[in-house]
């Protein structure tokens, strides 16, 4: 039985890659569902992954974009530490593929410490006054669908609701400390961040025609 749908928002042009996500997601090693749309009309994920979040029928849900490929464990592992946490999210860590070998954005995933001294995020409990400062995790989590749900799901960049152009995670991570869920680190790597020069999380694209 599948307790856990994952969501993926995608852009046309970038099927080869959303292949290769597809590929990780079915070679999980816990049975899961795939909710994907393909983007045409420049809405921007945030809208993408809200309309898809309305469709989960799951306990859990998660967010994998096209340009991550995900370890076979990445769901068993979460969903473990969800349920012996009672957390409402659970979130792991990465690997990244860069032509260069370097990660331009590593810098911003630190925890910032109430004296002012930053901590990387890996390994770190986590520090919800910390969040306040940055966003040092990413999208690609494992939740509890109805928490999700009942703060509203992410923000749309470049809104009222979110004045920011980007990081509309960052928003909804914000919105579920208010409402007083709970987070847990997973400390592992479990998915890999392809940098490839069109990322676009936390960018503004897309509206959904496609969907698995």
């Not at 816990?30 to 992954?49: E, Y």
Request: glycine residues 8%.
């Amino acid at each position: 039985m599948n307790a856990v749908t994952l969501i993926t928002p995608s852009l046309a042009g970038r099927e080869a890659m959303l292949a290769e996500t597809v590929r990780s997601v079915e070679a999980q090693t816990v049975p899961v569902k795939h909710l994907w749309m393909v983007d045409v009309d420049r809405l921007g994920p945030a809208p993408i992954r809200n309309q898809l979040l309305a469709d989960v029928d799951t306990e859990l849900v998660g967010f994998v974009d096209d340009d991550d490929v995900l370890d076979p464990q990445h769901v068993e592992l979460c969903t473990t530490a969800l349920r012996e946490s009672g957390a409402c999210v659970a979130y792991p860590w990465f690997r990244f593929q860069h032509p260069r070998g370097w990660w331009p954005l590593g810098e911003f995933l630190q925890i910032q410490r109430s004296d002012g001294t930053r901590v990387h995020a890996f390994g770190q409990p986590f520090d919800p006054a910390a969040l306040a400062h940055n966003s040092f995790i990413p999208v690609t989590v494992i939740a509890r669908t109805d928490c999700l749900r009942k703060v509203g799901g992410f923000p749309v960049p470049g809104t009222a609701e979110w004045p920011h152009e980007s990081t509309e995670e960052w928003g909804l991570w914000q919105r579920l400390v208010a409402d007083g869920h709970t987070f847990v680190h997973v400390p592992t790597i479990t998915w890999e961040y392809r940098v490839h020069g069109g990322n676009t999380s936390g960018s503004r694209t897309a509206r959904g025609v496609l969907r698995g």
